[in-house]
């Protein structure tokens, strides 16, 4: 499948430890660059900064990747404000019990089931500086299809205590797990003038 998040996985992991958490990265020693993996911590929030420092190196965060297991302590998770996280892999928080989510202004990509499992995630705020993506009524994350357009066309993510929804009807694509554990939901309309085309796989997952 994803070659380039292949890539990143044969890449050598490195820890960082203290008495109260384990943080491991997969470090590109040829691109200075690393993809946050693993968090064990006994603290409810969750801070990633731009850089981590190995063997006398800098090397730049770049992309938040699945270990497929997460903290069950976290519960906030933020990131620097010059932060470089671009990417946000599949699963890359499943199995969390993360409530919510603070997105930096370099970040330009959600893969499809980003959110996967992340039952409880309610709340995604998004830096100014980014015009990549937009919460709408509280409720729902969504993006463009089109980096050059000002239509935000796809639906990324609801709020997992959502009840109800009327699908805006300019909303092309519902990405896959959009809905995942959405267990409150019990109405949703799609208007008549709607311009909906795809809906991804386990959209309405649980």
Known sequence: GDLELLEIYLNEEVKFETEKELITFKIN????????????????????????KYETEDYLITSVISSGERSKIVENIEFSKNSEVRIFYEESF??????????????????????????????????????????KDDKILIGK??????????LHFASRNIEKI????????ISSYAFDHCEKLSEI??????????????????
């Open 94 to 135: 499943c199995f969390s019990n993360i409530k919510s989510i603070s997105f930096p202004a370099s970040l330009i990509e959600l893969k499809e089931g980003w959110c996967c499992q992340t039952q409880k995630l309610r709340n995604i705020s998004i830096s100014p500086l980014n015009d990549r993506f937009m919460i």
């Open 145 to 154: 299809s089109d980096t050059k357009s000002d239509n935000f066309d796809i």
């Open 29 to 52: 020693k040829k691109t200075k660059t690393a993809s946050l993996f693993r968090v064990f911590t006994s603290n409810d929030k969750l801070i990633i900064p731009r850089t981590i």
């Open 189 to 206: 309309e799609i208007p008549i003038d709607s311009n909906l085309e795809i809906i991804g796989e386990h959209a309405f997952e649980s």
């Open 166 to 173: 009327k699908i805006p009807s300019n909303i092309k694509i």
